[in-house]
């Protein structure tokens, strides 16, 4: 279970945006600063989990183009790829 | 500050390819081991390697380790060391079917072997036909390795601290290395690990430039404490950058790219390739391309606002050809440039891919302190990985072979920490001097007030490594560049944290990085504007060839006062005849 405070705990997700490719530094970075705050509790749970995935999923998903199953996971995934990072 | 403790037979900083196969055959060995990463171990850096690993083992094509390491020779410009480049390629094999035995998902030909593909520069017979020597995990190597030996780790009940910044080594009075001091990015506590070897495994430094392919992580972290222990760095000149990066940005835009029909324009919308390669144009390699691109910008006729990049044109290709064959492409250059390339052209700038040199070791992993050739190595400390300097690469990589450095001089190593261990099974004496430097050079961002930020002059160093010591390299240039990185580095007293909790510090933690960082940059600078004549990755115009009279040598850089020596290509093999130097065409 994720409770309140890690959902609060910017700090701590900041570093789990540091990851093994640049591509997902780059991109998930910039949407944890640019639009996690505003997500409604429910996403922000779904992106916490996405953080627990590996590099290649998160990739394959975020930059590839491929969609997860989970119907809000796909929705999340959206986002981020949306994020402005150009 | 008071400091916890810990104790273990040998301390792996890094759990990257390199030290998580080191990791492996020490606690198959049933020593202690502890492995520190800054980040969740399978996120390190190797997670990117997607094209694979070589390794001789003639699946698909014949092949054998001496074709291999005729390759790799040639490739290193011949400032490769022989002995340690026959010893890579013999032991690429067991290393290769070691990691099979371990459960990584190697890709598979019908009859069951590993599968191997074509990668440029592999020959049969010593510069013949292509060979097919690249041994892969689909296009997922580097993770497959990664978690395998990640898992192998959990069982063998190596000691993991996970999300750990390792800070300095500790030392006692005679300089043998006895762990490190290293910080809990969650708590923001400091941790003492003490150690009867360690082995330094952090992985590359791209990010000393501002346009890398290198994941943020890369700060260099370990060749900077080699450099604060008092260790060289060796041939740090000698950096890999790939041609095409998205500009600004770094990310990687293949060759295919450019092999299906893409090409180069400058602001003027000329295909400037046709001026600096008139035959091989946009397909010439990768040092002709990148050069041309610094020069084109350079001379005035880059594109955008500030001038700074030129463009990569597909639109030409068609829709449905960069569906078909340059899947990714697309996507990447709308997330990161902006620009749908079958509309516009991609920004591109050369981009800092993979560094050639590191911590000197000989073939076991051991660090060797001097220029001296039959110097003795230092008692206890050893590297393996990216961070670490076997001389295998020489002055330029060959693609699939640095997964292999990695693993097969992590594997090395441990077998011979565990001899070094059963020798000297007892815990020195650390030295308080030791520990209280680091403890000072942590304390010392607690101060507080106005000062620089820590972004800020990152952005001004990366920049300045970019321009100055990045791809185009002419005396003047880097003689200021040197200067200026110098002047940097005197400003790093005035950086200011703009954040002093404890929990989750990243400008904290992005403050050690930058120190390290600058120290790394300058060894790259110093020893690339020392080394006059123009060889594999370091091409400089002034000197436009390669001088073998007097550069087959070694560069050697230390910190203090930014000394530099220089010792000889060690270019006698263990069993084979030597290569001799001859001119490297393909
Ligand atoms: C995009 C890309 C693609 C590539 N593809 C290939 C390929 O197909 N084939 C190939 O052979 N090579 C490839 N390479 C190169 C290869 O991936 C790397 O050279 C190699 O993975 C480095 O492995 P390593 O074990 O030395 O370090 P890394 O995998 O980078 O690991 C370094 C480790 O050190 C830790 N660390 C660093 N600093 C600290 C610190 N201060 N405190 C604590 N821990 C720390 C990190 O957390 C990490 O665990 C590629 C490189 C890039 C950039």
Partial sequence: MIDEGELKNLDRLRWQCRRGMLELDVLLEAFLEQHYSELPTRMQRHFIQLLEFPDPIIHAWCVGGEKPDDEEFAELVASIRATSVA | ?586
């Avoid at chain 2, 835009?253 to 390739?273: A, C, P, Q």
């Avoid at chain 2, 749908?340 to 590191?358: R, S």
């Fill in chain 2, 1 to 586: 500050m008071a400091l916890d403790k810990q104790r273990f037979d040998t301390l792996i900083l890094g759990a990257g390819g390199a030290g998580l196969n080191a990791a492996l055959q020490l606690a198959n060995a049933n020593l202690k081991v502890a492995v520190v990463s800054k980040v969740f171990p399978t996120r390190s850096h190797t997670v990117a390697a997607q094209g694979g690993v070589n390794a001789a083992l003639a699946n698909v094509l014949p092949d054998n380790w001496h074709w291999h390491m005729f390759d790799t020779v040639k490739g290193s410009d011949y400032l490769g060391d022989q002995d340690a480049i026959e010893y890579m390629c013999r032991e690429a094999i067991p290393t290769v079917y070691e990691l099979e035995h371990n459960g990584v998902p190697f890709s598979r030909l019908p009859n069951g072997k590993i599968y191997q593909r074509a990668f440029g520069g592999q020959s049969q017979n010593f510069g013949g036909d292509q060979a097919a020597r690249t041994c892969a995990a689909a296009d997922r190597t580097g993770h497959a390795i990664l978690h395998t030996l990640y898992q192998q780790n959990i069982r063998a009940k190596t000691h993991f601290y996970d999300e750990y910044f390792a800070v300095d080594l500790i030392k006692d009075e005679e300089g043998v290395v006895l762990g490190a001091l290293v910080l809990n990015i969650a708590t923001g506590e400091p941790l003492l690990i003490e150690s009867k070897t360690t082995l330094l495994a952090t992985g590359g430094c791209g990010q000393v430039f501002r346009t890398t392919s290198n994941a943020h992580i890369n700060t260099g972290d370990g060749m900077a404490m080699a450099l604060r222990a008092g260790l060289p760095l060796m041939d740090m000149e000698f950096f890999q950058f790939h041609p095409t990066g998205i500009a600004g940005k770094g990310m990687l835009i293949t060759e295919g790219v450019r092999g299906e029909g893409g090409y180069l324009i400058n602001k003027d919308g000329e295909r400037f390739m046709e001026k600096y390669a008139p035959n091989a144009k946009d397909l010439a390699s990768r040092d002709v391309v990148a050069r041309s691109i610094v020069t084109e910008v350079r001379e005035g006729r880059g594109c955008g606002p500030d001038g700074d990049h030129v463009m990569l044109k597909v639109d030409h290709l068609g829709e449905d050809v960069i569906a078909k064959r340059l899947p990714g492409i697309r996507e990447s250059s709308k997330i990161f440039a902006g620009v749908d390339p079958v509309q516009d052209p991609i920004p591109v700038f050369p981009t800092a891919h993979y560094v050639m040199g590191g911590i000197p070791t000989d073939r076991f992993g051991r660090v060797m302190p001097t220029a001296s050739d039959d110097g003795d190595p230092l008692p206890g400390l050893y590297a393996a990985g990216e961070c670490a300097c076997a001389s295998v690469h020489g002055a330029n990589r060959l693609g699939g072979n640095s997964l292999l450095d990695i693993l097969v001089f992590g594997r090395l190593a441990g077998h011979n920490i565990i001899e070094y261990v059963k020798q000297n099974s007892a815990h020195r004496p650390l030295s308080d001097d030791s520990v209280a430097q680091s403890v000072d050079r942590l304390e010392r961002w607690d101060v507080k007030g106005e000062g620089i930020t820590v972004s800020e002059l990152r952005k001004e160093f990366r920049k300045t490594m970019e321009d100055h010591a990045g791809v185009f390299r002419v005396e003047d240039m880097m003689a200021d560049g040197v200067e200026k990185v110098k002047a940097i580095r005197d400003k790093l007293k005035d950086v200011r944290l703009t954040d002093h909790s404890a929990t989750f510090n990243t400008n904290r933690t992005e403050a050690l990085e930058l120190e390290n960082l600058i120290d790394v940059g300058l060894s790259i600078a110093v020893s690339a504007l020392h080394r006059k004549e123009s060889r594999g990755a370091h091409s400089r115009p002034d000197f436009p060839k390669r001088e073998d009279g007097e550069w087959m040598k070694h560069t050697l850089y230390w910190k203090e006062g930014d000394k530099l020596e220089y010792k000889g290509v060690r270019s006698q093999p263990l069993t084979v005849e030597s290569f001799p130097p001859k001119e490297r065409v393909y």
